[in-house]
Nanobody, 127 residues
Framework: QVQLVESGGGSVQPGGSLRLSCATS????????LAWFRQSPGKEREGVAA????????YYRDSVKGRFTISQDKEKNTVYLQMNNLKVEDTAMYYC????????????????????WGQGTQVTVSS
């Protein structure tokens, strides 16, 4: 059974930093995409960052480039999202996703392409 467990969310002031963690278990595919998504009330879920676990490829949405960094620790089966210089508009529930399916949009930041999801961790940025 695949499980994804996010942690590390919290409340910070604008300009602050947080590091989110996604611990994976039961997921045996060594080369696939893992991604972070976020969703605010009333808005669609949007892709934030993705990493190819079999190599060095990463993708980011434009609004987080230069501020967020996705990384992985294969020994710990954990994916991280380091978020710096946080802005109020980064406030959302953040989700980890795995089990990317090729086809359709072929976008690694498309939530419809992922099979497995965590329960989410809340990030709130306010002054």
């Amino acid at each position: 059974q695949v499980q994804l467990v996010e942690s590390g969310g919290g409340s910070v002031q604008p300009g602050g930093s947080l590091r989110l963690s996604c611990a994976t278990s039961g997921y045996t595919t060594s080369s696939n995409w893992l991604a972070w998504f976020r969703q605010s009330p009333g808005k669609e879920r949007e892709g934030v960052a993705a990493i190819y676990t079999g190599g060095l490829s990463t993708y980011y949405r434009d609004s987080v480039k230069g501020r967020f960094t996705i990384s992985q620790d294969k020994e710990k089966n954990t994916v991280y999202l380091q978020m710096n210089n946080l802005k109020v508009e980064d406030t959302a529930m953040y989700y980890c996703a795995a089990g990317y399916r090729y086809g359709g949009s072929n976008s690694v930041l498309d939530p419809a392409r992922y099979n497995y999801w965590g329960q989410g961790t809340q990030v709130t940025v306010s002054s």
